[in-house]
């Protein structure tokens, strides 16, 4: 099974913040990468799809970029309603879907 | 509206089964693989398995954890997508969600919709 490995595991940072999450794959992975925002007692929701394209709906500060094994989320400006747990999932290698452990956002 | 509610979740013992539902709405659900995930109170997101629209045979893949105890079924008729879980674990206890697969190349899929969930509880 492929591995997903996020950096950092948890963030603090300030409304206005620019923030950036790493995600590593353990074996190339093309452009297969999809980032998922989960809140508490909420279910994950998709933010990134094939590892740049933006789902219908989310907020344009939202980006995602990379290929191969390293891909990057960021969001521009952070809103207070972004503080969450941020998810890479790959799905070049089916079944599994893989994820990242998550990255914990929270507020400074 | 894309709807999906999970339901049939609760507290049972070891060994014992359960089957939970996922219903859908607002989309043509024969159309689209579901797939079944679950998270641990307090870890990270865990593939179960997913079942492919009939158009790819309807055909079921599970992850190695639930493989064999675990069964995914479907009724186009309905609308609904369950989860048939046996000879449950302690460590099967998770809040269990369904989502909307869309295929974005052949056989590569994606999670465009998450139901909310209903919490399984494995306890004697």
């Known amino acids: 099974d492929i591995q997903m490995t996020q950096s950092p595991s948890s963030l603090s940072a300030s409304v206005g913040d620019r923030v950036t999450i790493t995600c590593r794959a353990s074996?190339?992975?093309?452009?297969?990468l999809n980032w998922y925002q989960q809140k508490p007692g909420k279910a994950p929701k998709l933010l990134i799809y094939?590892?740049?394209s933006l789902q219908s709906g989310v907020p344009s500060r939202f980006s995602g970029s990379g290929s191969g094994t390293d891909f990057t989320l960021t969001i521009s400006s952070l809103q207070p309603e972004d503080f969450a747990t941020y998810y890479c999932?790959?799905?070049?290698?089916?079944?599994?879907?893989?994820f990242g452990q998550g990255t914990r956002l929270e507020i400074k | 509206e894309v709807q999906l509610v999970e339901s049939g979740g609760g507290l049972v013992q070891p060994g014992r089964s359960l089957r939970l539902s996922c219903t859908a709405s607002?989309?043509?659900?024969?159309?689209?693989?579901m797939s079944w995930f679950r998270q641990a109170p307090g870890k990270g997101l865990e593939w179960v398995g997913f079942?492919?629209?009939?158009?790819?045979?309807?055909?079921?893949e599970y992850a190695a954890s639930v493989k064999g105890r675990f069964t995914i079924s479907r009724d186009d008729s309905k609308s609904i997508a369950y989860l048939q879980m046996n000879s449950l674990k302690t460590e099967d206890t998770a809040v269990y969600y369904c989502?909307?697969?869309?295929?974005?190349?052949?056989?590569?899929?994606?999670?465009?919709?998450w139901g909310q969930g209903t919490l399984v509880t494995v306890s004697s």
């Open positions: 989502t909307r697969d869309i295929e974005y190349s052949h056989g590569i899929y994606y999670f465009d919709y």
């Open positions: 607002g989309f043509t659900f024969g159309d689209y693989a």
């Open positions: 079942i492919r629209s009939k158009a790819y045979g309807g055909t079921t």
């Open positions: 074996q190339s992975i093309s452009s297969y």
């Open positions: 094939a590892a740049s």
């Open positions: 999932q790959q799905s070049y290698s089916t079944p599994p879907a893989t």
